[in-house]
């Protein structure tokens, strides 16, 4: 699938006879409505995002849709609080607070309830997991531990993708994206169940054009995904559910190994299914179940060759008693992988079956009419360090209904992997360069402080501003090779601020500004040999900002324009960079919209992550989308 005329008119005619009228859902937010927003990432319950004591930003549908992102990755670039650098057409490496790189560990992410991290790295695999982003309700993005709540990997920041109920995407959707490096089909049709409830299947189709290094050499980094699934939703009295699942499959042109040697192509594939139930009892009390079963194969000839079977089981319980508001529950995972050697890694034993069991319990107390402590712990055992004690306190003070000064210490680990334990470089046979420390390796402990305010001044300007400081122990370090085991023996702090405004001087023009600052102090500790150091640990910017700049030109024209700035990355070095991305959306009728978007339109192309030979560069582009509804 090239970015041809004919590939584009196929794309239109296909877009053309599935739709007719608008989609409702897609609605800006005023200031007010936005502080009002209730989001449930913070305290595993609804709140509104003016009275969470965290650094929590929210994409919203609509910056989703004006920002013209057709991935997950790319819509989270919208987050001030995230580092998003795209190392070639398919991969991303996305953090907060620091330690970036493409296999990063201290992120955790969901997608409606769904833990989606790889636990034989403890990672994500960007490429395979994507979703119809037209069906996003929002995104809730808290930099700083969420571990109390959501367990071991929640160190550095959640990531919460939250899809609307089936009943908020009914009719009919198709969307089409043509561009100089990359293509979508997409359709959605929703209907209903009778009394039972509603439901909504979708299906896409996406394209990658391979990416060029600075020499111009092509990169084998083709991608093509194709993704169906389905969500059903019900409600019967005091009773609420939901049932979804998602089934892909994704190919790469064929890879060269030290680029001689043709290795085969990357495939990845998987499916999964979700069950959530939800009791409302009297006295604002609700108790929650939900189940889920993730299957994915990953074929990748250079690296390795992991198939996993992930299991997952949890309960939840809210009540409140006079001034307390509780949450407590617990949860049983269990993963099964073989993970076959690729030319450059391998695992022994091969195979492996892990279990995760957590309880935990979060109070929050209503100390007057203006403060509010939450004290919270977690109690998580895995198979490799026992029982993770996860505690936390967050305290809030409104000192005016519209401002909020927050402060909170928490404790997170990013407990051992698969990959900490039984790595082996080149894999054997061979004479081993790298093996994991399967032994004596334990898990990396983050103790957080965090201080913050979050104020709304009238109806047009808000803004946020939160400082962190970690102190960090045990972080994976290395040896000299042969035989080089995996160690904890890096320590030190990270700290730094983050800032982000959203100001409206008139209705038809919004402006969104962000900024964070990160300081590293990190250091190999006394006796270690680790010939690399912290710079193995991520790749990260002293500070980057953005600006976005969103006008309604008329009532069917609009107008954004988004500016994000990235400081160097210091090993390996990457040259700072600006891009300006601009997107014009037309509707000339109530049930179509159209779109043209231009990325990184002031310079050819610039480079974002990765070592300087082969590392990709991202060029400009140019694309069109077109989105029918009925």
Same mark, same amino acid.
């Given at each position: 699938?090239?970015?041809?005329?004919?590939?584009?008119?196929?794309?239109?005619?296909?877009?053309?006879?599935?739709?007719?009228?608008?989609?409702?859902?897609?609605?800006?937010?005023?200031?007010?409505?936005?502080?009002?927003?209730?989001?449930?990432?913070?305290?595993?319950?609804?709140?509104?995002?003016?009275?969470?004591?965290?650094?929590?930003?929210?994409?919203?549908?609509?910056?989703?849709?004006?920002?013209?992102?057709?991935?997950?990755?790319?819509?989270?670039?919208?987050?001030?609080?995230?580092?998003?650098?795209?190392?070639?057409?398919?991969? &991303?490496?996305?953090?907060?607070?620091?330690?970036?790189?493409?296999?990063?560990?201290?992120?955790?992410?969901?997608?409606?309830?769904?833990?989606?991290?790889?636990?034989?790295?403890?990672?994500?695999?960007?490429?395979?997991?994507?979703?119809?982003?037209?069906?996003?309700?929002?995104?809730?993005?808290?930099?700083?531990?969420?571990?109390?709540?959501?367990?071991?990997?929640?160190?550095?920041?959640?990531?919460?993708?939250?899809?609307?109920?089936?009943?908020?995407?009914?009719?009919?959707?198709?969307?089409?994206?043509?561009?100089?490096?990359?293509?979508?089909?997409?359709?959605?049709?929703?209907?209903?169940?009778?009394?039972?409830?509603?439901?909504?299947?979708?299906?896409?189709?996406?394209?990658?054009?391979?990416?060029?290094?600075?020499?111009?050499?092509?990169?084998?980094?083709?991608?093509?995904?194709?993704?169906?699934?389905?969500?059903?939703?019900?409600?019967?009295?005091?009773?609420?559910?939901?049932?979804?699942?998602?089934?892909?499959?994704?190919?790469?042109?064929?890879?060269?190994?030290?680029?001689?040697?043709?290795?085969?192509?990357?495939?990845?594939?998987?499916?999964?299914?979700?069950?959530?139930?939800?009791?409302?009892?009297?006295?604002?009390?609700?108790?929650?179940?939900?189940?889920? &079963?993730?299957?994915?194969?990953?074929?990748?000839?250079?690296?390795?060759?992991?198939?996993?079977?992930?299991?997952?089981?949890?309960?939840?319980?809210?009540?409140?008693?006079?001034?307390?508001?509780?949450?407590?529950?617990?949860?049983?995972?269990?993963?099964?992988?073989?993970?076959?050697?690729?030319?450059?890694?391998?695992?022994?034993?091969?195979?492996?079956?892990?279990?995760?069991?957590?309880?935990?319990?979060?109070?929050?107390?209503?100390?007057?009419?203006?403060?509010?402590?939450?004290?919270?712990?977690?109690?998580?055992?895995?198979? &490799?360090?026992?029982?993770?004690?996860?505690?936390?306190?967050?305290?809030?003070?409104?000192?005016?209904?519209?401002?909020?000064?927050?402060?909170?210490?928490?404790?997170?680990?990013?407990?051992?992997?698969?990959?900490?334990?039984?790595?082996?470089?080149?894999?054997?046979?061979?004479?081993?360069?790298?093996?994991?420390?399967?032994?004596?390796?334990?898990?990396?402990?983050?103790?957080?402080?965090?201080?913050?305010?979050?104020?709304?001044?009238?109806?047009?300007?808000?803004?946020?501003?939160?400082?962190?400081?970690?102190?960090?122990?045990?972080?994976?370090?290395?040896?000299?090779?042969?035989?080089?085991?995996?160690?904890?023996?890096?320590?030190?702090?990270?700290?730094?601020?983050?800032?982000?405004?959203?100001?409206?001087?008139?209705?038809?023009?919004?402006?969104?500004?962000?900024?964070?600052?990160?300081?590293?102090?990190?250091?190999?500790?006394?006796?270690?040999?680790?010939?690399?150091?912290?710079?193995?640990?991520?790749?990260?910017?002293?500070?980057?900002?953005?600006?976005?700049?969103?006008?309604?030109?008329?009532?069917?024209?609009?107008?954004?324009?988004?500016?994000?700035?990235?400081?160097?990355?210091?090993?390996?070095?990457?040259?700072? &960079?600006?891009?300006?991305?601009?997107?014009?959306?037309?509707?000339?009728?109530?049930?179509?919209?159209?779109?043209?978007?231009?990325?990184?339109?002031?310079?050819?192309?610039?480079?974002?992550?990765?070592?300087?030979?082969?590392?990709?560069?991202?060029?400009?582009?140019?694309?069109?989308?077109?989105?029918?509804?009925?």
């Amino acid at each position: 699938m090239g970015v041809k005329i004919a590939a584009t008119s196929a794309a239109l005619c296909f877009a053309a006879s599935a739709v007719q009228a608008a989609d409702p859902g897609l609605t800006d937010l005023s200031i007010e409505e936005l502080a009002n927003l209730q989001i449930t990432s913070v305290s595993r319950r609804a709140e509104r995002l003016s009275d969470a004591a965290a650094a929590v930003y929210v994409i919203t549908p609509e910056a989703i849709r004006r920002s013209g992102a057709t991935s997950l990755p790319q819509a989270l670039r919208l987050a001030p609080n995230l580092q998003v650098a795209q190392v070639n057409a398919n991969q &991303y490496a996305i953090s907060a607070r620091g330690f970036n790189n493409a296999i990063g560990n201290k992120l955790l992410v969901l997608i409606d309830g769904r833990t989606v991290y790889t636990p034989f790295f403890s990672g994500v695999f960007w490429d395979q997991q994507d979703l119809l982003l037209e069906d996003v309700e929002r995104i809730e993005v808290i930099s700083g531990p969420g571990a109390t709540l959501w367990g071991s990997n929640a160190v550095n920041g959640v990531i919460n993708v939250i899809t609307r109920a089936a009943s908020e995407t009914q009719g009919v959707l198709a969307v089409a994206d043509a561009g100089t490096d990359e293509g979508r089909l997409a359709a959605r049709y929703g209907g209903t169940l009778g009394e039972l409830g509603h439901f909504r299947l979708y299906g896409k189709r996406s394209h990658l054009s391979p990416t060029r290094n600075a020499a111009g050499t092509e990169a084998t980094d083709r991608w093509d995904m194709q993704q169906a699934g389905f969500r059903a939703d019900g409600s019967a009295g005091s009773d609420d559910w939901t049932l979804q699942g998602d089934i892909y499959r994704g190919i790469s042109d064929a890879q060269f190994f030290v680029g001689l040697i043709n290795a085969g192509r990357l495939e990845a594939a998987g499916a999964n299914l979700l069950g959530r139930w939800t009791h409302r009892f009297d006295g604002d009390s609700s108790l929650r179940l939900q189940a889920y &079963y993730d299957r994915s194969k990953r074929d990748d000839p250079v690296s390795y060759r992991p198939q996993e079977r992930i299991a997952d089981i949890e309960a939840q319980h809210a009540l409140r008693l006079g001034a307390h508001q509780l949450v407590w529950g617990g949860g049983y995972r269990r993963a099964s992988d073989d993970v076959q050697p690729g030319v450059v890694f391998g695992f022994v034993p091969a195979s492996r079956t892990l279990h995760w069991t957590n309880l935990f319990l979060q109070d929050g107390i209503r100390m007057g009419d203006t403060v509010d402590l939450t004290l919270g712990a977690k109690l998580e055992h895995n198979d &490799y360090t026992g029982t993770e004690k996860l505690p936390s306190a967050r305290l809030a003070w409104k000192p005016a209904p519209q401002q909020l000064l927050w402060g909170a210490v928490s404790r997170a680990v990013r407990a051992p992997a698969r990959l900490d334990h039984d790595l082996r470089v080149p894999p054997p046979p061979r004479p081993v360069y790298i093996i994991g420390d399967g032994s004596s390796f334990i898990s990396e402990v983050a103790t957080v402080f965090e201080l913050g305010w979050r104020e709304q001044l009238g109806a047009q300007l808000s803004w946020s501003v939160a400082a962190f400081h970690t102190r960090w122990s045990r972080l994976r370090s290395g040896q000299p090779p042969p035989n080089a085991q995996v160690q904890n023996m890096i320590d030190g702090s990270t700290r730094g601020i983050e800032a982000w405004a959203d100001w409206r001087p008139v209705p038809r023009w919004r402006l969104s500004a962000g900024f964070t600052l990160l300081l590293e102090d990190l250091q190999v500790m006394p006796g270690s040999t680790d010939p690399v150091g912290p710079r193995a640990l991520g790749n990260d910017p002293h500070h980057q900002w953005s600006l976005r700049n969103s006008i309604d030109l008329t009532p069917t024209q609009e107008l954004d324009i988004d500016v994000r700035r990235v400081a160097a990355l210091p090993a390996p070095q990457v040259p700072a &960079y600006t891009a300006w991305d601009v997107r014009y959306g037309w509707r000339p009728r109530a049930d179509l919209l159209l779109a043209l978007v231009g990325r990184n339109l002031f310079q050819p192309s610039h480079a974002e992550f990765g070592e300087p030979v082969p590392r990709s560069e991202i060029a400009r582009s140019a694309l069109l989308q077109v989105t029918w509804t009925y």
